[in-house]
T-cell receptor, first 113, second 113 residues
Framework: KQEVTQIPAALSVPEGENLVLNCSFT??????LQWFRQDPGKGLTSLLL?????REQTSGRLNASLDKSSGRSTLYIAASQPGDSATYLC????????????FGTGTRLTIIP | DGGITQSPKYLFRKEGQNVTLSCEQN?????MYWYRQDPGQGLRLIYY???????QKGDIAEGYSVSREKKESFPLTVTSAQKNPTAFYLC????????????FGEGSRLTVL
């Protein structure tokens, strides 16, 4: 059974710093991996999707990497801003159908002005 | 603008009552999903549908029911058989045969009084 872990559960950093969020998964046979952002009381917003054949994806100040062999993905946020404060979740899709998607419990990020 | 609309945003229910949460998408996506989110837990799949008039149970389907009569609509009914229905419910969709990127609505928070 696929298990997805995000450590730490919470992280606080001063504004302007670069930071890395971690996502680990136990089964390397994945189809793709998706990173989401969730603001309090809101739905999930898709940030980046990395397909199994890719090593990384970039969008603005965000860069996500994928290492299937070690079962790890990282989300790098450059020059953090208070507006980046949110919970970040990763989700692993094992098969073609999304019914096989497994979510981590997320990292709650706080950027201190 | 294309997206997923969930309603109502907040819903209060008395014990013993059935309630229906609405999910409508105008993204022309084939597949739709319902997830439940509880504090400290990852998202859990309730039901999913990959085509009209067909749907499958997820990991925690007991006490829930769905229908998929139209491509754009996937309502979820929380029945009185659901023992602990207070939660945040999220609807999502994706285009099958594509990258598998999942898109979410804003969520509905159900509270049982």
């Amino acid at each position: 059974k696929q298990e997805v872990t995000q450590i730490p559960a919470a992280l606080s950093v001063p504004e302007g710093e670069n930071l890395v969020l971690n996502c680990s998964f136990t089964d390397s046979a994945i189809y793709n991996l998706q990173w989401f952002r969730q603001d309090p009381g809101k739905g999930l917003t898709s940030l980046l999707l990395i397909q199994s054949s890719q090593r990384e994806q970039t969008s603005g100040r965000l860069n996500a990497s994928l290492d299937k062999s070690s079962g790890r993905s990282t989300l790098y946020i450059a020059a953090s801003q208070p507006g980046d404060s949110a919970t970040y979740l990763c989700a692993v899709i094992r098969g073609f159908g999304n019914e096989k998607l497994t979510f981590g419990t997320g990292t709650r990020l706080t950027i201190i002005p | 603008d294309g997206g997923i609309t969930q309603s109502p945003k907040y819903l209060f229910r008395k014990e013993g009552q059935n309630v229906t949460l609405s999910c409508e998408q105008n993204l022309n996506h084939d597949a739709m999903y319902w997830y439940r989110q509880d504090p400290g837990q990852g998202l859990r799949l309730i039901y999913y549908s990959q085509i009209v008039n067909d749907f499958q149970k997820g990991d925690i389907a007991e006490g829930y029911s769905v229908s998929r009569e139209k491509k754009e609509s996937f309502p979820l009914t929380v029945t009185s058989a659901q023992k602990n229905p207070t939660a945040f419910y999220l609807c999502a969709s994706t285009q099958r045969g594509n990258t598998g990127e999942l898109f979410f609505g804003e969520g509905s928070r159900l509270t049982v009084l």
